[in-house]
């Protein structure tokens, strides 16, 4: 590994993992944790998890697990260029997303408003219980024991009601400190990677103009250079080509604003980070310019009549789902039939959260008593008939 900062994430300095294993060969501990997360059932499952696309409407449109996959690329060349620990912005990229429900943000929402009167429903936290508790792989422990770094920064937000169980976890939002620079470094690559790579989906989809994107200021600059050298390319070309480049502004400018950041602090330990205030960002200018961009998707993309009808669709598919689990629980899998009888709302919640998009499609029909068919034909069917 290259010469690290000494403000970064060192394994070293690491506050080790929940239950103490002997060290991995040939690999550094943040990159076990990468390779458990990578190998996990719930990182597979995001292959077929919504971004914004319902996972069977075409299989260009990014999923969970695509976006995953270009958030780490984005945050570990990041890292590597501010020094930062890279293996560990990568473990908590491919992370980040684990705990996400089907469907999206429209999933989530739902099954939240499901699990008020029990807790509520968090991506983040889950993504967290995930990997504490949720996977069964290895013998010696639940979950995936991960580095405590890396599950630090996996839990974005102050957990609602699940502090007792989180311990030491959450002593940054009770003390108000910051997350390592590596955390922040994934919270900025997510926005990165979700802003732009839904610019060029919905421009994919029909949903959005090349034409209708122009007044949006980081968009239309790009997309003149390109024009401009290149007269006469194809759209396609033209698309990627100009997302490319939005991506490539923004992080040459969240490197060099952070750095001037982390300069300005006098940070030299990553207690000095922890003290400090959020140190990895954009500047001013830029921050301006993806809050016009994060505007227009607002009003253009996510509330376009066809979206809005994917998320009518997912969320009565999630409420359904919770309110005939916990009218019946007998119909649940017998795994999840047992570890009801403790916790019979959070056991139902986990399992929804765990469905792919076409498995939750199928379940749904299985509860209504619809014969089973492909998830296209049922996700048409969904609020028309059942």
Not at 6 to 29: F, K, Q
Request: charge should be negative.
């Amino acid at each position: 590994m290259f010469e690290l900062a000494p403000y970064a994430v060192s394994e070293s300095g690491s506050r080790g993992r929940r239950l103490p294993e002997s060290r991995p060969i040939n690999r550094s501990e943040f990159a076990r944790d990468r390779d458990r997360i990578i190998h996990s059932t719930a990182f597979r499952r995001l292959e077929y998890k919504t971004q914004v696309f319902v996972n069977h409407e075409g299989d260009l449109f990014r999923t969970r697990l695509t976006h995953s996959i270009e958030v780490a690329q984005i945050a570990r060349s990041i890292a590597r260029a501010l020094r930062l620990n890279d293996e560990l912005v990568e473990a908590i990229a491919l992370a980040h997303d684990l705990g996400h429900t089907p469907f999206g943000h429209a999933g989530q929402e739902a099954l939240d408003e499901c699990m008020r009167d029990f807790g509520g429903f968090e991506h983040n936290l889950q993504s967290l219980r995930i990997v504490d508790r949720l996977e069964e792989r290895y013998g010696a422990f639940d979950g995936l024991n991960l580095m405590y770094e890396t599950r630090e920064g996996i839990l974005k937000h102050r957990p609602r009601g699940a502090e007792p169980e989180l311990g030491d976890l959450v002593r940054r939002f009770t003390e108000n400190l910051r997350p390592s620079l590596e955390a922040q470094v994934c919270n900025l690559a997510d926005e990165i990677a979700y802003n732009n790579h839904d610019v060029d989906d919905g421009l994919r989809s029909g949903l959005l103009t090349i034409d209708g994107l122009m007044p949006v200021d980081l968009f239309a600059r790009h997309a003149h250079k390109v024009s401009s050298e290149f007269p006469g390319l194809g759209e396609r070309r033209l698309i990627h080509e100009t997302v490319r480049r939005m991506i490539g502004a923004q992080v040459a400018d969240l490197l060099a604003e952070s750095e001037r950041q982390i300069l300005a602090a006098g940070v030299a330990t990553l207690e000095d980070v922890h003290h400090a205030p959020m140190l990895i960002g954009f500047s001013s200018a830029m921050k301006t310019a993806n809050t016009e961009l994060k505007r227009y998707l607002f009003q253009n993309l996510y509330r376009h009549p066809r979206v809005i009808v994917m998320t009518e669709k997912a969320a009565k598919i999630i409420r359904d789902l919770f309110t005939g689990f916990m009218a019946e629980p007998a119909r649940l899998p017998e795994q999840q039939q047992k570890m009801a009888a403790s916790d019979k709302a959070r056991t139902i919640a986990d399992y929804i959260a765990g469905m792919t998009d076409r498995y939750a499609i199928r379940e749904h029909a299985r509860l209504n008593g619809i014969p089973h068919a492909d998830a296209n034909i049922l996700w048409e069917q969904v609020g028309h008939g059942y």
